[in-house]
């Protein structure tokens, strides 16, 4: 995935022509070089053929994610969360994955979010 900035007002919206690797790649060049305005909005860029994506979580991503991920309930989450166990950015990066229809990046995130991997050691 990819991240484009959005410029928008009363009058005109469109995308600058810069490309991120990272939503805070772009987050950064915002703060950087356009100021901190309401003006601007990050994107996800699934591909070249697609058009752009808000990146907004909202009650119907998370329900849906969870539906797939939910091997303990959201009680289970909350605690793995409450923890320290779970990377945040991560998390996100993984609800909007699967908001967006790419299972295969949300599945490596899922994986990659635990910080201990508890069943990868029953010792512990």
């Known amino acids: 995935m ?3 900035i959005r410029y928008q007002d009363t009058m ?4 600058l022509d810069e490309t991120f690797n990272t939503e ?3 987050e950064n060049f915002i703060n950087l ?3 901190e305005g309401s003006c601007y909005e990050v994107e996800l860029k699934e591909n070249d053929n697609e058009p752009t994506k808000k990146i907004h979580i909202d009650f119907e991503c998370v329900t849906n994610f969870l ?4 091997y303990w309930g959201g009680d289970g989450w909350v ?7 779970i ?3 991560l998390m996100r990066k993984a609800v909007i994955s699967h908001s967006v229809g790419n299972r295969a990046e949300c599945q490596q ?3 990659d979010m635990f910080i201990k991997k508890w069943w990868e050691n029953n010792n512990e």
């Open 109 to 111: 995130c899922v994986d």
């Open 67 to 70: 539906e797939e991920y939910d």
């Open 24 to 26: 805070k790649e772009a």
């Open 12 to 15: 005109t919206t469109y995308l």
């Open 2 to 4: 990819k991240y484009k």
């Open 33 to 35: 070089n356009l100021g």
């Open 87 to 89: 990377d945040l950015e």
């Open 79 to 85: 605690t793995e969360i409450l923890n320290g166990n």
